[in-house]
């Protein structure tokens, strides 16, 4: 299999929440697969921008590989990286809305979350292609602010360091009178949310020629 891009994710491992994140999505992106979805009205048209993306929390945003790079090159450097990563904990996961989108994000401390995120940003850069014009161009419409923008073009994107925040996308952008709808919806078909929110693993996924990304392997934090 050939991808078009690649990023290092959080995936959650095999069990109730990743059940409940391929079926609310409709893709099953541990195995690359279209899931079996809830029988929700309208949930295929809310869910539509985040599903080829599949149930996860970025850590190192998606990427093209530089030139003179390879995915065995890659998956090397993951594996060597992730030995010096220590796992982190945060004090479980809640229900949130994001601006107008719904995720799940975690609770109390998230430092040695995003010492994760930031150690990856920093140490995979070399195998990033830099981004194109239209690329900065469509980031720069969302409105970034001064340190934004600075990401933007020194790491590709520009939520990271200071202004990164883990989430567990559900929706697209949802119109402000359905907001509460979608959040009963969503609170109804998850499963219990752990009390405490631990990541002892990061998954390299890769995006395939049909857009859907996929777990290409999954890597233990062993820092």
């Not at 891009?5 to 992106?29: M, Q």
């Not at 539509?48 to 065995?72: N, V």
């Not at 981004?131 to 969302?142: C, P, W």
């Not at 949802?174 to 219990?192: F, G, S």
Request: hydrophobic share 45%.
């Amino acid at each position: 299999m050939s991808y078009t891009r690649f990023g290092v994710y959080f995936v959650p491992p095999d069990g109730d929440l990743a059940a409940f994140g391929a079926a609310w999505l409709g893709w099953d992106v541990i195995k690359g697969t279209q899931a079996d979805t809830f029988s929700i009205p309208e949930l295929d048209d809310v869910t539509m921008t985040p599903r080829k993306y599949g149930f996860h929390g970025t850590l190192k945003p998606p990427f093209r590989l530089a030139a003179g790079r390879s995915q065995q090159d890659l998956e090397r450097a993951v594996a060597g990286i992730v030995k010096t990563i220590a796992p982190a904990s945060c004090g479980g996961l809640r229900l949130s809305r994001l601006g107008r989108f719904l995720a799940l994000t975690p609770r109390g401390d998230m430092s040695g979350l995003a010492a994760i995120a930031a150690r990856l940003v920093q140490d995979l850069d070399d195998f990033r292609a830099p981004a194109g014009a239209a690329e900065i161009a469509k980031r720069r419409g969302a409105g970034l602010t001064a340190r934004q923008d600075a990401s933007l073009l020194a790491w590709g994107y520009p939520y990271v360091f200071e202004d990164f925040q883990f989430h567990l996308t559900l929706t697209g952008k949802l119109a402000p009178d359905t907001i509460e709808h979608w959040e009963r919806a969503a609170a109804d078909a998850l499963p219990p949310l752990p009390a405490v929110f631990d990541v002892t693993s990061v998954a390299l996924v890769g995006e395939r020629n049909d857009g859907c990304f996929e777990m290409i392997h999954r890597y233990a934090l062993t820092g």
